[in-house]
């Protein structure tokens, strides 16, 4: 079964803009990752928060992490048309080396 | 110099058919992955390897065969194609993460299957 399900499923903002997107995951977790996925490339990794961790930032980007709500964000600031692509939250869980990825939004950015 | 490579990056086959696609990494990971992304973009593991090793095989049809000659690739074997088996996939690999857990995953550029 999906262990994530990001909301919205689509956003479209205007440049300078912020964009927020959340990702919930149902086990508990050793980390959760946010990755970025323009049309037809492959995934790329943006950020890594841990379980014991609440809040990250890298550049325009700042994840939060609620283990109580099994939830997370992410914020990207002041938003730019290069930002349009769909962003994937990955969550990490247990022993296994695998990572179980979201549904996906699709953040679309207008010039 | 790319890190995680596929290919090809397109394949375009019929009903039937068997095809490969191969993966390579030059990071020094330890573990392999195959992934499917659908047409709605969601993604399932497939399989994984560690230093060669199976350790992780979701429910896939066994018309898929994953091989790992080495830690550095791994090749996806698919027999007699069907339509459903029209996807995109990805190869990726990480190295293990002291403390356990899983670290970042680095990403090819993908393998886009359509089966006519």
């Known amino acids: 079964s999906q262990q994530g399900e990001e909301d919205p499923q689509a956003l479209s903002i205007q440049e300078g803009e912020n964009a927020t997107m959340n990702c919930s995951y149902k086990t508990s977790i050793n980390n959760l990752q946010w990755y970025r996925q323009n049309s037809g490339r492959g995934l790329v990794h943006l950020i890594l928060i841990r379980s014991n961790e609440r809040e990250k930032h890298s550049g325009r980007l700042r994840v939060t992490l609620d283990t109580s709500k099994k939830s997370s964000s992410l914020l990207i600031t002041a938003s730019r048309a290069a930002d349009t692509a769909s962003y994937f939250c990955a969550s990490s869980s247990g022993s296994a080396r695998q990572l179980t990825f979201g549904s996906g939004t699709q953040l679309t950015v207008l010039p | 110099d790319t890190a995680v490579s596929q290919t090809p990056k397109y394949l375009v086959t019929q009903m039937g058919n068997d095809k490969s696609i191969k993966c390579e990494q030059n990071l020094g990971h330890d573990t392999m992955y195959w992934y499917k992304q659908d047409s709605k973009k969601f993604l399932k593991i497939m399989f994984s390897y560690n230093n060669k090793e199976l350790i992780i095989n979701e429910t896939v049809p066994n018309r898929f065969s994953p091989k790992s000659p080495d830690k550095a690739h791994l090749n996806l074997h698919i027999n007699s194609l069907e339509l459903g088996d029209s996807a995109v996939y990805f190869c990726?690999?990480?190295?293990?993460?002291?403390?356990?857990?899983?670290?970042?995953?680095?990403f090819g550029e993908g393998s886009r299957l359509t089966v006519l």
């Open positions: 990726a690999s990480s190295q293990a993460r002291s403390g356990g857990g899983t670290g970042e995953l680095f």
